[in-house]
């Protein structure tokens, strides 16, 4: 049985269908198991894993599910496509400069020669991996952050939040250069600078979320039967704003990808031979000017930055209504 | 004389996800010039659906499908979106539900007001300003030339609902539709503002349609009640005759569940089984049999129509209650009676809880770093009572008074200020650690809330093992099985465990709530207005329910309400609350028959009783004037604002407590409304 519960905030009128109160008039007469069951209250299947119920509301989200298609495409096409599609990516070869695009080389090759098609998996691999882990580091550390500043509150959560506003306040493209060229710029260097800049908006975020969290009635209640807080946290707070961590998590590797490609496209990014789309992008640049078109150096790379990110919003989104309880039919 | 609205057959439907909500299916009714026409029904029956049909403002998916509305002769219900915006405000006003999220914060009240003027009206706007001070002034508000540049948030609900109207009333509209327009105010507030409705029709000649699912308001106000279930009108007729004399079945059953009628009894309350019909899927025939005791097979299969043996008593069932079988054999009602309150009103054991001098101030801050104290809001200030094992501790005041802050009090979300809560031999407030999350499972709350107080993520099962896991009880068979229990207990099925909070209706989730208070085995319950959100009818099996479990258990309850007749009808003691003063306390039957305090007689007059004959007599009774600040309290006796009594000394000297006939029963007032028993000044704590 479908039941529909509109969703709190949602403008539907009090006045139209609740749920069937199938409660007996008083506590004399009990309902049955079998009775229950004829009326829809008890489930008469195995009640199906709240992974899986969460799957069929993302499942619904027909543009989510494109998108995870998307993504496990250029997951595939940078980490199994190099061995099927062999190209030298250490090497520079001056005979295929700036090569267009034929049947040996399908996508052409850049400025000192090096396949393009070959070039955008392993440009790809640096770019998603540094997106995805710099995420990570980013929205654990931010979640852990400002979940304990929200909960604790006071001068703690007053000092805590300052530190945010501060690092918020420095350009964030600045911070970035500063910090991408005191360090030697490989990827590990790379992911812990975008999760420097990128947890002060997650923490600011579950801080937020956790205040509010902190004063609803069922967190209140862990205390009505001598909880500790650590219960309140970990059980009840945590669990509540998965859904805006998971999203923020989605969120943040977009965003990675997009930072790291800005620094490469600033020059500031991997450094060659290894690279990543937006240093493949800031390569092209030169030739955009040019009266050849040299659209392979250009399109490809930008294309799959977009993809990427698109892609990873749309999941994010989708994600957040999977893990909403209301939302999932039984 | 034509009436003024007719409506004839209307049928509106909402398109949702999941199907067609037929939410209006065929009502028929009519408005008499400066008559008021009162709808009442439950939540889900179709009447706030009705009102917003008339004035074509549906929400998203809804549509009028079928019938016809016409106002003074004019059919409305075909007009266009700019015609209908020409009767809206101007012909019909309508006064909504919650002021407070009626009136746009942003905008000044006088401008909301004069922008409905303009609208419908070729006037400049120094004349529309001069009319919103017009109507201020009708609503009774005090300075409207004032007032006008003000914003919503420096007016109080009440005042704010009173806006509300004004803006309504701006273009003088023939009708006004005022759905549940003092559900969201306290009873003294809801008593002027029904008050000013009724005085504004009179002096306005308007005709009035008042949407409400309280019985009480009706029986005051309404000249003629239509009652709805499931979207259809199910009896329609003269109030008077609909109190004495109810001829369908739901209405007879809506009147029992009411608390007022048992409360000098104390019999088990009526309860109608199950919940109204999902209207996606109306069931065949009539809509009320599966919840009617008195359905034939005839009720099931064919639908009764809506007609009646006298003129003007209009019915839809054919097996009617009233008249003939009220002469002959009562009903049998299950009669068990609650054990009588003993004269001495020591009803219950031995004394379990104790609160000395209970203080609680918020503190009242300012700057986001440094947090400078600029003053408090006194909640609770020094109150003192007992409760007894087995008794029902009923607090009442209205909102703002503390009672919630009490609550929380003694189960341990606020510390107090000063005091202290002694449960047994316990200090409440002293114990920390270990030592006090034992104490803990003695005292359990039960939330007004429920659906706020259960977690979301969290099966049934989860919820009410949560308390166990807290406790140490570390077998998982023990775990299920208490669980089992108390499902059975509550009234739930066994297969609940498995269901998420949002997959209960209201009454369910308020059985959850409950056993997950019961599960430590408590000797108190602390339950926060448990039944203010529920429908007649699922309160009583609440009220059931509890009570039952009451008896079972050997529970304890203080039971917080702004409810009197809940109160009355639950409690043993009862304890009155004003702005964080408790004024009088003492036996249930005592306070309520006998009130000492002119608070008490205040509250009693202004809450709306469900006998027109009684409510008609009450004219210009109850409390005036609204609560003052509490971070002010008045000097002395903090009522004194409002006291039609109040004298010198009451703004001089704070009044102890005295105590009167009947033992325990003790009040707060220099000037009580009954004869002082001994003329020591005694605290709750030192009496008998």
Request: glycine share 10%.
């Amino acid at each position: 049985m479908a039941m529909i519960t509109p969703p709190p905030g949602s403008s539907l009128p009090a006045d139209v269908a609740t749920p069937v109160d199938l409660a007996e008039p008083d506590g004399a007469t009990h309902l049955t198991a079998v009775e229950a069951e004829e009326l829809g209250l008890a489930p008469a299947v195995k009640p199906r894993s709240l992974l899986r119920r969460g799957w069929e509301v993302f499942a619904e989200n027909k543009l989510a599910l494109a998108s995870l298609g998307v993504v496990l495409f250029i997951v595939l096409f940078c980490f199994v496509g190099p061995l099927f599609y062999h190209t030298d990516q250490v090497h520079t070869n001056l005979q295929q400069v700036l090569c267009p695009p034929s049947g040996s080389h399908l996508l052409g090759c850049d400025n000192v020669g090096y396949d393009q098609l070959g070039r955008l998996m392993v440009g790809g691999q640096t770019s998603l991996e540094v997106g995805v882990a710099a995420a990570i580091v980013a929205v654990l550390f931010g979640t852990v952050y400002g979940a304990v500043s929200g909960f604790i509150g006071g001068v703690a959560d007053s000092f805590l939040m300052r530190v945010v506003d501060a690092g918020l306040s420095i350009p964030y493209i600045t911070l970035i250069i500063i910090l991408s060229v005191a360090f030697h710029p490989t990827k590990t260097v790379m992911i812990f600078v975008i999760a420097v800049f990128y947890w002060l908006g997650v923490s600011r975020l579950i801080r937020g979320e956790t205040l509010t969290l902190r004063t609803r009635e069922y967190v209140q209640a862990v205390k009505v039967i001598g909880g500790r807080s650590r219960r309140a946290v970990i059980r009840h707070i945590l669990p509540n704003a998965i859904g805006t961590i998971i999203v923020q998590a989605t969120f943040a590797v977009a965003d990675s990808i997009i930072i790291l490609a800005s620094l490469g496209f600033l020059g500031l990014g991997v450094q060659a031979p290894a690279t990543d789309w937006g240093s493949m992008l800031s390569g092209g640049l030169n030739y955009l000017q040019s009266s050849q078109s040299y659209w392979w150096l250009i399109y490809p790379a930008g294309i799959a930055i977009i993809l990427t990110c698109i892609a990873v919003n749309f999941i994010g989104d989708a994600l957040r209504d999977a893990f909403e309880t209301r939302l999932q039919r039984r | 004389m034509a009436p003024l609205l007719e409506i004839e057959d209307l049928r509106t439907h909402i398109r949702l996800r999941s199907g067609v909500v037929h939410a209006v299916d065929g009502v028929t009714l009519h408005v008499d010039e400066g008559e008021t026409l009162g709808i009442v029904g439950e939540s889900g029956c179709g009447k706030t659906m009705t009102a917003l049909s008339i004035m074509n403002l549906l929400p998203v998916g809804g549509h009028i499908v079928g019938g016809s509305i016409r106002l003074d002769g004019t059919t409305i219900s075909d007009l266009d979106h700019e015609a209908m915006r020409r009767i809206r405000g101007n012909d019909i006003g309508m006064v909504f539900q919650d002021p407070l999220t009626s009136l746009n914060p942003t905008m000044t009240v006088g401008k909301q007001i004069a922008e409905a003027v303009l609208l419908h009206r070729p006037v400049t706007k120094e004349q529309a300003y001069d009319r919103a001070a017009e109507v201020l002034d009708l609503v009774g508000l005090p300075r409207p030339k004032e007032r006008l540049g003000e914003y919503p948030h420096q007016f109080s609900g009440g005042m704010r609902q009173r806006v509300m109207i004004a803006m309504a009333l701006a273009c003088e509209p023939k009708l006004l539709i005022a759905d549940e327009p003092t559900t969201a105010l306290d009873v003294t507030i809801q008593k002027q503002i029904l008050e000013l409705i009724d005085d504004l029709r009179r002096r306005l000649r308007m005709s009035v349609i008042l949407v409400t699912h309280d019985l009480g308001v009706i029986a005051g106000r309404a000249d003629r009640v239509a009652v709805m279930y499931a979207g259809k009108i199910v009896e329609t007729t003269g109030t008077g005759t609909l109190f004495v004399n109810p001829r369908h079945p739901y209405t007879e059953a809506l009147f029992e569940a009411l608390p007022e009628k048992a409360a000098e009894t104390r019999e088990k309350l009526y309860s109608i089984p199950g919940a109204p019909p999902d209207l996606v899927h109306p069931p065949v025939g009539c809509r009320f049999a599966p919840r009617c005791r008195y359905a034939a097979d005839r009720c099931r299969a064919e639908e009764p129509p809506l007609a009646g043996d006298s003129f003007g008593h209009d019915f839809a069932c054919f097996f009617p209650v009233g008249e003939e079988e009220r002469t002959g054999a009562r009903r049998s009602v299950v009669t068990d009676r609650l054990p009588e309150p003993s004269a001495d009103g020591s009803a219950g054991g031995e004394v379990q809880l104790v609160t000395e001098h209970l203080v609680k101030d918020f503190p009242v801050t300012s700057g986001a770093l440094l947090q400078r104290r600029i003053g408090a809001v006194s909640a609770v200030a020094d109150v003192s009572f007992e409760i007894r094992r087995g008794e029902t501790f009923g607090l009442v005041g209205e909102s703002g008074c503390g009672k919630t802050t009490i609550g929380r009090l003694i189960v341990g979300l606020e510390k107090p200020t000063s005091g202290a809560i002694r449960f047994g031999d316990a200090d409440l407030t002293r114990s920390r650690g270990r030592e006090y999350r034992r104490q803990r499972r003695h005292i359990q709350y039960m939330f007004q809330d429920a659906y706020a107080s259960l977690d979301p993520r969290m099966r049934a099962e989860a919820i009410l093992q949560e308390p166990l896991v807290v406790q140490g009880v570390r077998s998982r068979s023990e775990r299920q099985q208490r669980v089992a229990e108390m499902l059975d207990h509550v009234g739930l099925p066994p297969g609940a465990i498995e269901r998420y909070p949002h997959e209960f209706s209201g009454g369910q989730r308020q059985r959850l709530g409950f056993a997950r208070a019961l599960m430590l085995s408590p000797d108190l319950i602390v339950a926060d207005e448990p039944v203010s959100a529920l429908d007649v009818s699922i309160q009583a099996q609440i009220l059931n329910m509890m009570r039952n479990l009451q008896r079972e258990l050997g529970l304890t309850y203080l039971f917080i309400s702004h409810d009197l007749a809940v109160v009355r009808y639950v409690s043993t003691q009862i304890g009155v609350m004003y702005l964080g003063k408790l004024v009088e306390i003492g036996p249930a039957d005592q306070v309520y028959l006998r009130p000492a305090h002119p608070y008490t007689k205040g509250l009693l007059d202004s809450a709306p009783v469900a006998d027109p004959e009684a409510e008609r007599a009450k004219v210009r009774a109850g409390v005036t004037g609204e609560l003052p600040s509490a971070i002010h309290p008045p000097s002395g006796c903090r009522f004194r604002t409002r006291c039609p009594l109040a004298e010198e000394i009451c703004a001089e000297v704070e009044p102890p407590m005295r105590a009167f006939p009947g033992s325990g029963h003790l009040a707060a007032c220099h000037f009580p409304l009954q004869p002082v028993l001994a003329d020591s000044p005694a605290t709750a704590v030192q009496a008998p």
